[in-house]
Every structure is written in C-alpha cells, then in structure tokens.
Nanobody, 115 residues
Framework: QVQLVESGGDLVQPGGSLRLSCAAS????????MNWYRQGPGKQRELVAT???????NYPDSMKGRFTISRDIARNTVYLQMNSLKPEDTAVYYC?????????WGQGTQVTVSS
C-alpha cells in the first residue's frame, strides 16, 4: 500500500521559513516524479515544485527563487524548503508521486503565513 505522509506545516510570520517533508512508503521515490502542490483558500491546486526520478528539479516561473525541492533517497523522503514566506503562500501543501499513469497523493499539511 502506497502512503505519502506530509509534515512540517505550521503557522509562520511573513518572511519566515519552513521545511516540509513527505515520507513515502510502498514506493521508491527514486523511481517516481515527485511533486509538491498547494491549494490556497478559494483557489485551484497549483504545482509548486518537481523533482524527477533522475534528480532534476523544476519550478513554475511563479515559484522560482523562494522554494527548493530536494530528496533523501535513503530516507525515501522528499522535502520542500520555503523561504521568505508571504501571506499568499498560505495553503494546504500536498505531496504527489507520479509514474506513467499512476498518481499518488498525500493528505496535505497546512501552512499559514500570518502576523
């Protein structure tokens, strides 16, 4: 059974940083494209960052500069480092594992950026 468990979400002040984790079981993250998505209140889910099975990283233009995706294959865990957080980054952040037509999702972790 595949499980993706996100953690690390929290309430943080503007300008602060957070590191989210996505611990995978039932799959090997090195065989999947791993993505972070987010869904803010009243908004559609949007892609935040991608790391391919080969380890290459990609970010939508709107996410470049403040977010960094990485992985620890030994821990089978994917991370999202978020810096200089803004109130508009408030959202539920989801981990996604994609391979061909197979897609797995975690339950999400809440990030709230507010003073």
């Amino acid at each position: 059974q595949v499980q993706l468990v996100e953690s690390g979400g929290d309430l943080v002040q503007p300008g602060g940083s957070l590191r989210l984790s996505c611990a995978a079981s039932g799959i090997s993250i090195s065989m999947y494209v791993m993505n972070w998505y987010r869904q803010g209140p009243g908004k559609q889910r949007e892609l935040v960052a991608t790391i391919t099975s080969g380890g290459s990283t990609n970010y939508p233009d709107s996410m470049k500069g403040r977010f960094t995706i990485s992985r620890d294959i030994a821990r089978n865990t994917v991370y999202l480092q978020m810096n200089s957080l803004k109130p508009e980054d408030t959202a539920v952040y989801y981990c996604n594992a994609l391979k061909l037509l197979t897609s797995h999702w975690g339950q999400g972790t809440q990030v709230t950026v507010s003073s």
